[in-house]
């Protein structure tokens, strides 16, 4: 067998790495590197003043609920939450980002799916937690016609800005809009 | 449109056959047509030795489903043939082993026919080869007889067969693969990324039309428009402003082309939610890419330049097209378009028409080159999909073994093999300043030195180097030709099963190519080495 | 070379081919750390792990019990498919359906005598460390990553360096039509997998807004049908992608959808393709590189030669796309990879009483970086985090419980990050005063 271990002695001779004494002591419950990374970001997230967390079990950090209340922009008064679901592949995949609320917006559909490009062809790992919270709230600042996933949304933008801007009103305050009824999210 | 009202649960249409599921992972690669070849294939195995490397390559093209395949051994199934081949067991101890071997192959897959010689019937190499079965392939594992090898180099020129060479021994093996002449390859399978040819530089009247109803009013277009113009629109568009400017030439040098980029990025709107545009990206950045003058791809230029010996190769389908293309290229200075458009950011409408475009293109040049080929003496009986296919993959086109080996090769194998080995260790000597690899020859050669020891007299280092000595005068006093006929020495003849599996991996990958035509082979020796763990490619 | 003598362990006939390369040093063994005599016995009695018994799976049994290993265990989960036929040469049409674990330990041990293959019918995941302790080595044929990452983690954290046997050499191949790769990983010496995670490109992606809106490919439809139709159709309670009914379901969706937008090329071939994220695979590749990786374990258990990994190479790619190319490099270790690079350090003199906020607190007085804010967890429990506010709030209680309290143990091991080390996490291990 290989004598890996004389091979580390080595290496550490060479590194003249410090510390390391006692006793082998059982080792168990290790902490995941998804986990690890996770904490990492979530210790780092800067929220502002507009957006909340809230961790239905705060020792799953992995999966958690962000609130977003815009103070500027068209959908200023509402109050959105998305569901963040970081599997164990993070960060080599992205977190699993979907709206709960009904929400008549051009990049997101009825089904609370985001159209946010780092949320899936332009992530990468080097992206972070607060990248993507940082996206959601320019979605809410900047809703983007041109790519839409919810296309009678992004043609009511694109042709009649007012009439978007008062269909995004009704509908926050629980209206219909478009043969769409939509539940109050006024704070 | 109408409403197509879907059941719930529809009815399974067009599902795959039981045999399309069977296969596949593989047809996934090389499609119907190249399962069509391999199921019209019978492949020859002469196994020897200690005749792991012939099994494990069979095992992988038995899977696949080759038509069919014939082993012939003349070796007893002995103790150790049972602790280095998988398709042996006790009970064939003592018994022929291509029987052994042949009988367990076929258990992969009832879809191949295969036989075992010698046998009753047919007794001897020769009467094999004497007899109907007509063979795609023939493999043979070293170490050979001469006698027997001469055999099969005389079936090969007869028939035109390749013939592949396969020595497995220790940590080492290599093979080498003798095509009966020119080989040329079509569908290629070039990377995705490389095959596309979108002619912005040569662009025709109902391309040019397109661009230019699309970017008349340019300037007026709305965000949503504008940020949807095909790239490729979008560079014919400034290309035509640049021309306008530029005496009618099209950025040229390299400094002109980054100009270009510069103003095609600067068109870009940024008053937009992401403050730019994706389409204005895409096409700055296809600028280098695809601003190239037409030029000939290396592979074709071998096959225009290629002089013929062999008139019934040259009336081929595939030479007479090749003339066909060459002269298409002579005249339009260009390559047929291949019609392929790839992914851009586009309205779904857009990009259909501009695709619709470059299909019926594609199809206007292959009919003219269709057209050329019938007019060809012979030329009549061409497969119309067979100028399709080189059509669309012209540029890829690849001829291998360009310069034979049979009886019209110029320089006799053994002077090449000798200017090889002179060039390999002067690279060698340099090898630690231009921090290449160093050779495999020196493997080759300690390999070639046992191609035709019997099994049963395990070789001897100094053996070895004579006979290296014969192949190569001088090489038997190199340091590594001389640790390479240790290692030789080492194995004693006999195979690891892993290096076995590894090679007859490879050897698999290289005749599945032969018989489908696609991909490219190996041109025409990989030698391996299982101590480093990576493998050089010689033409010997 | 010293010696030419041959010292077989059993079976010397059978065996005799191995025994001339195993037992007898070459001109490259390094004979330091190579002792012909030992070699043969010790690897009878070695244990060896194969993880995934499907295409390279099968390949690494046959090529393990033809190594000279006599005591094989192999981890999978999965059935046998049809498709798994044209490769994976264990298995026959009446084993469809059957466990690949199983069906293919059997096979092995009937055609090789003398060999133990002990299969188990489940996930990697369902064992624990003491499981994967027994194994002297641990060769991989897996198609996902996530499976990689986990044992990968899983080798890297078991190491303990006052402990010889910690070290598990992971031995992983991988392959995609005519190509693949074959790799060696001595855990927190080479690189690891994790270091490696660029050399996996990523699935490419298209935005969700072209599949909503302007589909221009085919792929673009049948991933619309995939991502969007399916759940706003729900036309079955949970998909599953070896069902052909469903297959063809997401197949006429995504059909009905490309004639809308007179888009050629959906099949149901390439449906399936896109749906199931399939690979081409064929039995020659698989050869290749299980036996690649099965010529290092030799290598290794023997020490008959020098085997990628230290110090030099550690990664073999291998193409026969364009004739045959290998390259054999070195992949350096990432210093900040947070498998390896962060190995847990002991966190002596804790004293079980202490309050949550005495462990906090004492990090600012380490030496190797002291840490204001940190925010520390376990496994499975989130102890203190100090961002964000709501997690703040939910975790401030656990300052004041004591360590025991809060079900911490011995030999515990804890996360600690800090904004102001922005690119690190600290791991340590729990050691109680006694």
């Known amino acids: 067998m290989l004598k890996i271990w004389s091979m580390k002695k080595e290496q550490q001779k060479d590194e003249n790495s410090a510390e390391g004494n006692g006793a082998a002591a059982p080792k168990k419950k290790k902490v995941t590197a998804a986990q690890l990374r996770a904490q990492k970001d979530l210790s780092e997230l800067s929220l502002g003043t507009t957006m909340s967390t809230e961790f239905p079990d705060p020792d799953n950090i992995l999966s958690f609920v962000l609130y977003v209340e815009p103070d500027e922009g068209m959908y200023k008064g509402g109050r959105f939450s998305f569901t963040f679901n970081i599997t164990p592949s993070f960060p080599h995949e992205p977190p699993k980002v979907q709206c709960r609320e009904k929400i008549y917006h051009p990049n997101i559909d009825l089904e609370g799916k985001v159209c946010l490009n780092i949320l899936r062809e332009d992530w990468k790992p080097v992206l972070d937690l607060n990248a993507v919270i940082v996206g959601l709230q320019f979605l809410f600042l900047e809703p983007n016609a041109s790519d839409p996933l919810n296309k009678e949304a992004a043609e009511d933008l694109r042709n009649n800005r007012e009439g978007f801007k008062r269909n995004v009103k009704i509908a926050m305050g629980g209206g219909s809009v478009r043969g769409e009824s939509y539940k109050r999210v006024l704070i | ?540 | 070379m010293a010696t030419t003598e041959v010292h077989p362990a059993s079976e010397p006939a059978r065996w005799a081919y191995l025994d001339r390369i195993r037992t007898r040093p070459g001109p490259f063994t390094n004979p330091d750390s190579f002792d012909g005599k030992v070699v043969a016995e010790a690897m009878e009695n070695m244990k060896i792990l194969v993880i995934g018994a499907g295409g390279l799976g099968c390949e690494l049994l046959k090529n393990l019990a033809l190594s000279g290993f006599k005591d094989i265990h192999v981890i999978d989960m999965d059935t046998i498919d049809i498709s798994n036929l044209n490769r994976q040469f264990l298995f026959r049409q009446t084993d469809v359906g059957s466990f690949k674990a199983e069906v293919a330990a059997r096979f092995v041990e009937r055609r090789v005598k003398g060999v133990k293959i002990t299969p188990h019918n489940c996930k990697i995941q369902d064992f624990d460390e003491d499981f994967y302790m027994q194994f002297q080595l641990v060769v991989c044929g897996l198609d996902s990553i996530e499976a990689r990452r986990w044992i990968n983690a899983m080798l890297v954290n078991m190491v303990d360096e006052e402990v010889e046997d910690s070290y598990k050499p992971l031995i992983d191949g991988g392959t995609e039509g005519f190509k693949g790769q074959a790799r060696v990983i001595l855990p927190t010496v080479t690189s690891c997998i994790e270091c490696q995670l660029d050399m996996h490109a990523p699935r490419a992606a298209v935005p969700l807004c072209t599949l909503a809106s302007i589909p221009r490919q085919p792929e673009h439809c049948i991933e619309w049908a995939h991502v969007i139709a399916w759940d706003q159709e729900k036309p079955f309670p949970d998909l599953d992608k070896d069902d052909p009914e469903h297959i063809t379901w997401l197949y006429q969706k995504s059909l009905h959808r490309a004639r809308e937008f007179n888009i050629p090329g959906v099949t149901y071939s390439l449906t399936q393709g896109v749906v199931k994220n399939i690979i081409p695979a064929i039995a020659a590749t698989n050869s290749v590189i299980a036996a690649a990786c099965c010529n290092e374990a030799l290598k290794i258990a023997s020490n008959c030669a020098p085997f990628l990994g230290y110090p030099d190479n550690n990664y073999m790619m291998y193409s026969g796309n364009d004739s045959i190319y290998t390259y054999t490099f070195r992949h350096e270790r990432k210093d900040d990879c947070p498998v390896c690079g962060t190995l847990a350090r002991p966190l002596p003199d804790i004293d079980q009483a202490w309050t949550l906020r005495d462990l906090v607190d004492s990090f600012a007085a380490r030496p190797e970086a002291q840490l204001k804010k940190p925010s520390v967890r376990a496994e499975g429990k989130t102890l203190y985090m100090q961002s964000p506010p709501s997690l703040e709030a939910q975790t401030r209680p656990n300052l004041d419980k004591t360590l025991v309290e809060l079900g911490l143990v011995d030999g515990q091991e804890i996360g600690v990050t800090d904004p102001a080390f922005a690119t690190v996490v600290f791991k340590y291990r729990l050691k109680f005063k006694s």
């Open chain 2, 1 to 540: 449109m109408t409403e197509i009202v879907m059941s719930q649960t529809p009815p399974i249409l067009h599902g795959p056959s039981e045999k399309e599921r069977k296969y596949d992972r593989q047809l996934r690669l090389w499609a119907a047509s190249g399962q069509a070849a391999l199921e019209s294939a019978n492949m020859l195995l002469v196994n020897s030795g200690a005749g792991t490397v012939g099994s494990e390559t069979l095992k992988n093209l038995v899977l696949p489903g080759i038509g069919r395949f014939a082993i012939y051994d003349e070796a007893e199934v002995s103790e150790a043939d049972l602790g280095v081949n998988f398709f042996l067991d006790d009970s064939y101890l003592g018994k022929s082993r291509s029987r052994g071997v042949t009988e367990l192959l076929l258990e992969l897959n009832p879809e191949v026919e295969g036989s075992w010689y010698p046998n009753e019937g047919v007794r001897t190499l020769d009467a094999l080869l004497a007899g109907s079965q007509v063979f795609t392939v023939i493999m043979y594992t070293h170490p050979i007889q001469p006698e027997q090898l001469s055999q099969l180099e005389a079936y090969g020129q007869k028939h035109r067969t390749p013939l592949v060479a396969i020595h497995s021994a220790g940590f080492y093996s290599f093979f080498q693969i003798n095509l009966p002449g020119a080989f040329p390859i079509v569908d290629t399978h070039p990377d995705e990324t490389a095959a596309t040819d979108l002619r912005v530089l040569r662009p025709w009247p109902e391309l040019v039309s397109f661009a230019e109803d699309l970017t008349k009013s340019i300037d007026d277009l709305d965000n949503f428009e504008h940020g949807h113009l095909p790239y490729v629109v979008i560079l014919l568009h400034h290309l035509e402003q640049w021309k306008a400017t530029h005496d009618g030439k099209y950025p040229a040098t390299y400094k002109e082309k980054t100009e270009f980029r510069k103003i095609v990025q600067a068109a870009a709107r940024t008053n937009t939610p992401e403050g730019g545009e994706e389409n204005f990206d895409e096409a700055a950045a296809a600028v280098v890419k695809t601003l190239v003058a037409p030029s000939l791809p290396s592979g074709l230029k071998e096959v225009f330049e290629y002089e013929h010996t062999d008139p019934v190769e040259q009336s081929s389908g595939f030479w007479v097209i090749a003339d066909a293309v060459k002269r298409f290229y002579e005249t339009h200075q260009c390559l047929p378009l291949p019609g392929k458009v790839p992914d851009m950011k586009a309205h779904s409408r857009v990009y259909i028409q501009l695709q619709n475009i470059y299909k019926a293109k594609a199809r206007k040049d292959a009919a003219e080159i269709l057209e050329m080929v019938q007019a060809t003496p012979g030329g009549q009986h061409v497969d119309p999909a067979e100028v399709d296919l080189f059509c669309k993959n012209a540029a890829f086109v690849k001829l291998i073994n360009a310069t034979g080996w049979g009886s019209d090769a110029e320089t006799p194998r053994i002077d090449r093999l000798r200017s090889v080995a002179a060039a390999e260790f002067a690279a060698d000597a340099s090898a630690e300043l231009t921090l290449t690899p160093l050779s495999h020859l020196p493997i080759y050669l300690a390999l070639q030195a046992t191609a035709h020891l019997p099994a049963s007299q395990p070789p001897a280092v100094g053996a070895i180097l004579s006979a290296i000595a014969a192949l190569v005068p001088g090489a038997e006093r190199n340091e590594r030709v001389v640790q390479a006929a240790h290692e030789v020495a080492r194995a004693g003849a006999g195979e690891l099963h892993n290096v076995a599996a590894l090679t007859g991996g490879m050897v698999a990958q290289e005749m599945i190519k032969i018989v489908t035509k696609q991909y490219i082979p190996v041109d025409n020796t990989c030698v391996f080495d299982g101590v480093e763990g990576r493998c050089q490619v010689l033409r010997l």
